[in-house]
């Protein structure tokens, strides 16, 4: 019986390390996608020890590739600043020509947005789940509000029971 060393095999777990639920009260979300991050080293450590925000992000479209714009890592503390990176820099998402294109053609509409939803570790790398998204009107954002009470309620009720 040969013995598995279970550091060399990544596992195949997948955990969040940061969630966007503003985005899904702001958004109306029509399709999502999971993409990978081009990212540095430094960046890497300061996500798995959970250092990283996504609330103000959103993603573009430049040149045939996307980018994750305005989502803040923080540097890494036990490294020097010299080799540290920059809290808000762009970043390159990993994604198929073919996705890439129905990305450019959605985002063309009117009034559609890329929008990070979570950032997770899939088997040892970062992912993150980009959706497209229609901003919500205010009455939008009330009945969510309204539906959200209605389903505490019931819970409520059914507790009591």
Do not use: C
């Amino acid at each position: 019986m040969a013995k598995t060393n279970k550091k060399s095999q990544p596992s195949d777990g997948f955990k969040v390390m940061a969630d966007n639920r503003q985005a899904r009260f702001t958004y109306e979300i029509l399709d999502s996608y999971e993409a990978g991050i081009a990212l540095k080293g430094t960046e890497v450590k300061s996500i798995r020890a959970g250092k990283v925000n996504l609330r103000d992000g959103y993603a573009q479209v430049k040149n045939g590739e996307v980018w994750l714009l305005n989502v803040h890592i923080s540097p890494h503390n036990m490294t020097n600043q010299v080799y540290n990176h920059e809290p808000r820099r762009e970043r390159r998402l990993l994604l198929h020509k073919d996705e890439i294109r129905k990305l450019i053609g959605k985002v063309e509409e009117k009034g559609l947005t890329l929008v990070p939803l979570k950032l997770y570790l899939k088997k040892g790398r970062v992912k993150v789940n980009i959706a497209v998204g229609r901003g919500k009107k205010l009455h939008d954002k009330r009945e969510s509000l309204k539906k959200k009470q209605e389903k505490r309620d019931i819970a409520r009720m059914m507790k009591d029971r």
